[in-house]
């Protein structure tokens, strides 16, 4: 298993062509507003103030992107994780929830380092329309990605085995074939390796 050992704050990019080019592993977090990409990212790397979090949706407006340290029993390398804003903000002006929709699919179609996404929504609800288009076009752009549903810790244990169910079976009758599934949560220690493990696998593919 990898261990992050540390991780570092590299610049906020308005655009996927600015983003800086390198031969590594890169994966990002997308996702509705205030779904937790951001918090996510904090608690894989141990830090309280990586990747700025709110209350209020909509703190994330630019590709912020992050440098992984991770060691392994081996070795010590490193890695990229992308945080993204989140998709459809209300608060935003039309025209500005336009220019970050663009910004996070142009990432996501053309940014060509990018090798896994991680497409985050909240455990207590179940996929909705759009949702589901973006989980679409995921698949139609044929790039690596899962799914994690966040705010388990929301749920009592028995509320989040049916949302797990009711979630997997919405993407059954609407998706050619059911994507990875990992829940997170506060406190929920062993979800965070089973992120990692994801990650590792991919690494060096
Ligand atoms: N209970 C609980 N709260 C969470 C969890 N993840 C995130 N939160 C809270 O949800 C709020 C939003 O978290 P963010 O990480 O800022 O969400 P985001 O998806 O980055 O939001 P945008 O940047 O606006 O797109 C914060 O108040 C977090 O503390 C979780 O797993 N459990
Ligand atoms: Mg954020």
């Given amino acids: 298993m990898i261990h992050i050992i540390n991780a570092s704050y590299i610049s906020s990019f308005p655009s ?18 205030n779904v ?5 990212i904090n608690t894989l790397c141990h830090q309280k103030k990586l990747a ?6 909509g703190k994330t407006q630019l590709l912020n992107l992050f440098k992984i340290d991770f060691k392994t029993t081996k070795t010590k390398e490193f890695f990229y994780m992308v945080d993204l804003p989140g998709l459809g903000y ?7 929830r336009g220019v970050m929709t ?34 679409r076009f995921l698949i139609e ?16 244990p028995a509320q989040l085995d049916l949302s797990l169910t009711q979630y997997k079976n919405i993407l059954k009758t609407h998706l050619p074939y059911i994507p990875k599934i990992i829940y997170t ?13 994801e990650i590792e696998t991919r690494l060096h593919e």
């Fill in 16 to 33: 996927y062509d600015t983003l800086p080019s390198h031969n590594l592993f890169e994966c990002c977090f997308i996702g509705k507003s």
């Fill in 36 to 40: 937790g990409k951001s918090t996510l």
């Fill in 52 to 57: 700025k979090t709110s209350q209020e949706p």
């Fill in 90 to 96: 209300a608060k935003l002006s039309k025209k500005q």
């Fill in 102 to 135: 663009k910004m996070v699919f142009d990432y996501l179609e053309k940014r060509n380092h990018l090798k896994y996404i991680f497409y985050l929504a909240d455990a207590r609800h179940v996929p909705l329309e759009d949702d589901l288009n973006i989980l």
């Fill in 141 to 156: 752009n044929n790039t690596e990605f899962g799914i994690i549903l966040t705010k388990a810790d929301k749920l009592k």
């Fill in 185 to 197: 949560g506060l406190k929920m220690p062993s979800q965070y390796l089973a992120i990692l493990s």
